[in-house]
């Protein structure tokens, strides 16, 4: 019995431990290992102390670091460049177009200029679409942090908390809401407020819902020139809902344009966008609303809000227009697509520009009368 316990144990040793170790290794009574001396523990009761390394013992760890590497806390407790993040948080040059397109509808509605309501409008709007953006990216960190163009924002890269976001977006409504009531008039307030509904809790949800997003957000962009024409007239005319239909049409081409090149990121974050879901419609609507905006210059004189020097100067400014947006429209490249993209960004300033030096009824202070220019001249 012991003989044949005895030869499976040399058959057991052999198998796990090889030809070249001794077979009756573990019949010893003591075995010995020699161990790296970086798996020794140090087990004393001794407290830790720091010593001063030398040039021979730093040389025997030559992966040691030389300097200490940069790190910053997530989410950051730095606030040197609080300013900084906060313009960031609010989309600070998406929130300056906003606040110039509501400038523009001041400036153009036929009513005296006044600084007064003029500042007020311009802060209140831009506290708004602050507080409207920074909801927006709380909302979307998780989506934005999947997309190149948003995996740097202040949200996903935890520069400032979600609480932290949320409590600046909720300082700067209630503050732009106040002062659009107070220091100017509660119909601009209304619009303001209806317009911050309308882009967090309708818009930004239905990017993921369907592709009736990119309408929705066009109709957020054209309020804010109905913000500022109220400002001036506290009424909307017709003029209003042109510049409104105006900025409506423009951001079609603009952001069809621009999510053509941001197909991958769209699809990679589930955003239900035309370019994703419809290339087709994507191009349709592009050209059809460069179209439409030529239509509306055309418009202007008739509804009595410039003269016709609006329609002759600015119609080749349209047709170019519809010149990039049909040749996306027939061959959709990334360079067709970038060229109709560069020049949104330039047709809409100098359109805005155009209607406000050809708008029909100007008005000045004399005294503390207010008269308009027409009226004047005709006197003349």
């Known amino acids: 019995m012991s003989n044949i316990f005895h030869f499976q144990l040399k058959s057991c040793c052999r198998k796990v431990l090889g030809n070249s170790h001794i077979p009756n290794l573990l019949l010893k009574k003591h075995v010995y290992f ?115 163009r948003t995996k740097h924002r202040v949200l996903v890269c935890g520069r400032l908390t979600q609480l932290h976001a949320m409590m600046f977006a909720a300082t700067t409504s209630l503050s732009g809401l106040a002062i659009l009531n107070y220091g100017v008039n509660s119909l601009t307030a209304s619009l303001g407020l209806a317009n911050f509904i309308l882009y967090t809790s309708i818009y930004t949800p239905l990017k993921r819902i369907s592709i009736l997003n990119t309408w929705v957000g066009s109709l957020v ?93 600015a119609t080749p400014l349209n047709l170019y227009f519809i010149y990039l947006a049909y040749n996306f429209y027939k061959d959709s490249s990334s360079e067709t697509s970038r060229k109709l993209f560069r020049f949104s960004l330039i047709h809409l300033p100098l359109l805005m520009m155009l209607f406000l030096i050809n708008k029909k009824k100007w008005f000045v202070f004399d005294g503390d009368d207010v008269k308009s220019v027409d009226s004047m001249l005709e006197n003349v």
């Not at 020699?34 to 010593?51: E, F, M, Q």
């Not at 390394?53 to 940069?70: G, H, N, Q, S, Y």
């Open 221 to 313: 962009g054209a309020i804010p020139p109905l913000m500022g024409w109220a400002a001036c007239a506290n009424s909307l005319g017709p003029g209003a809902w042109l510049m409104a239909a105006i900025l409506y049409s423009w951001q079609f081409p603009h952001f069809n344009a621009l999510s053509w090149n941001l197909r991958p990121d769209y699809s990679r974050a589930g955003y239900r966008m035309m370019a994703v879901t419809n290339p087709g419609l994507c191009r349709r609507v592009a050209l059809r609303h460069t179209i439409a905006l030529e239509a509306m210059t055309l418009a202007a004189p008739y509804l009595d809000v410039t003269n016709w020097w609006f329609v002759l100067e």
């Open 34 to 148: 020699t161990l790296p001396a970086a798996t020794y523990v140090n087990k004393s009761d001794r407290k830790a102390t720091t010593i001063d390394l030398t040039e021979d013992v730093a040389a025997a760890f030559p992966r040691k670091p030389t300097f200490i590497p940069p790190w910053r806390p997530t989410p950051s407790t730095n606030h040197t460049n609080i300013v900084r993040h906060y313009l960031k948080l609010s989309k600070f040059r998406l929130t300056t177009l906003v606040v110039v397109t509501s400038m523009a509808g001041y400036a153009v509605a036929p009513a005296p200029f006044e600084i007064a309501p003029f500042l007020m409008c311009t802060i209140g709007t831009g506290l708004l679409s602050g507080a409207a953006n920074a909801v927006n990216q709380f909302h979307e960190v998780p989506f934005d942090a999947q997309m190149s």
